[in-house]
């Protein structure tokens, strides 16, 4: 069996209706525990409560750090890790830290580089104070993106039906699961992405997929 097919295991047996032995909490992207509308636990990590310091000790210090800045001036301070693995599944993550739009344009102006991405985006490397005082921020969100395609079937057998299907086009759609605070990008021409955020913050995710959306179902 090749190293792809163990990867999707535990995906293909959820499909067929069987269950891998038993993994504890927090192992794969569907095991989510809300706590509270605030709080929400996936990957051992709390969103709204775990630091970057805990993550870091937990999945290990080998990330990137950066600002991002939109084209519309939106900015977020953002932890990617290229790979992680948990109960044999692996993916890229992307952890979103806690700063107020003052604190994000303030670590913008003292940046040690500016670099204009293909996107639009603009990446600022952190300086020195402020990439160490990193540690202590909370995670507030996570993006998720597996290395394996998942389809809808696949999806459905393990996160279950979604509250509500968003269809931005004909290749790609948004399944929302707003008690779980997750969003599914499920897309036919790339990898599918997860994004976790604590309940209460679920709407503020999802308004921009409504105001893009061509066919909201």
Known sequence: MSIR??????????????????????????QITVTDPAHSRVFGITLGQTRLGEAAAMLGRDYRLALFEEPGGRLSLEVYYKEITRGGLSGRLIMILDAGEDELAGIRDRAARRE?????????????????????????????????????DTIEARFGPPAERIRLDDRRQHWLYPDQGLDI???????????YVPPSAFEALVLPLRQAARTPE
């Open 116 to 152: 204009v991405l293909e996107t639009g985006n603009v990446r600022y490397t952190l300086g020195e104070p402020d990439r160490l005082a990193t540690a202590d921020r909370v995670i507030v969100g996570l993006d998720y993106i597996p290395y394996v395609n998942l389809d809808a």
């Open 185 to 195: 990008l499920l897309n036919a021409d790339g990898k599918e992405l997860l994004q």
């Open 5 to 30: 097919h163990l990867l999707f295991l535990p995906f293909l047996l959820a499909a067929c209706g069987e269950r891998p032995a038993t993994q504890p909490e927090d192992t794969y992207p569907w």
